[in-house]
């Protein structure tokens, strides 16, 4: 087992350190091109949500943290904030049945993010928002 | 992000390379903005781009919204897989008018 972690404040411009971070930790492992783009997409998601409402106008930090498991070819991913308690699993998804004019425009990236991870579970500990994802990805 | 843009007969065609994200969608809003009042078709041509976050299909859906509005025509081509898989799970492949890669 790899371990991986990345501690940057909550804010949109260090996305690109995200994405670096992502591609680095996995390139540990073989992902197809597909699911690492999956995935790249869900870390953009989930931390992009984090530094536009967790935290008020003094901000926070947001910590990504990797387990590699190679053998597996499997990634355990957690995400931690110490912002406003948010559960990604208790958001309806994007209601289909509606008119291209009343859809709503938010709420995409995390139903987009549940769908492409095989778990994901929530926590909320120690004034904490402690996400956990895992991902097994094809051979 | 690299975008060029070509405007003719009220149709504006917009080629982007790169990744459209949270970082790069601005200058695809802007580079929309200049030219949306004057339209009446705007094509954006996904063949050097593949990925497209939520902020990026915000733009798409916000333009296409204006864009029908006023009874003009948007259409995304060369969409490749990764950008497929994203508008296929966001319920979002039957909303545009798309031409696969």
Do not use: H
Not at chain 1, 8 to 31: D, G, M, P, R, W
Not at chain 1, 73 to 80: D, G, L, S, V, W
Request: charged share 25%; proline share 3%; glycine share 6%.
């Amino acid at each position: 087992m790899i371990e991986k972690i990345l501690e940057i404040a909550a804010q949109k411009e260090n996305l690109n350190k995200v994405f670096a971070f992502v591609t680095e930790s996995l390139s540990l492992l073989s992902c197809p091109q597909k699911e690492f783009m999956q995935i790249k997409m869900v870390l953009e998601e989930l931390f992009i949500n984090i530094a536009s409402y967790a935290y008020g106008e003094n901000g926070g930090n947001v910590a990504i943290n990797f387990l590699l498991y190679p053998e597996e070819n499997k990634a355990c991913i957690t995400i931690t904030d110490s912002g406003i308690p948010f559960n990604p699993l208790e958001q309806d998804g994007p209601d289909t049945s509606l008119a291209v004019e009343d859809k709503p425009i938010g709420g995409l990236g995390i139903f987009y993010s549940r769908q492409k991870v095989d778990d994901m579970s929530y926590t909320y500990r120690d004034g904490k928002n402690i996400l956990n994802m895992t991902k097994v990805f094809s051979r | 992000m690299e975008l060029t843009s070509t405007v003719s007969d009220g149709k504006q065609t917009i080629a982007l390379s790169g990744e459209l994200n949270t970082l790069t969608s601005p200058e695809l809003s802007a580079v929309i903005g200049t030219q949306i009042d004057k339209i009446t078709a705007l094509v954006l041509d996904f063949t050097d781009c593949d990925y497209v976050s939520s902020a990026g299909i915000r733009v798409l859906l916000s333009t296409f919204k204006t864009l029908k509005q006023k009874k003009a025509s948007m259409k995304l081509i060369n969409v490749g897989e990764n950008f497929k898989d994203v508008l296929e799970s966001t319920c979002l492949d039957s909303v545009f008018d798309i031409e696969w890669k």
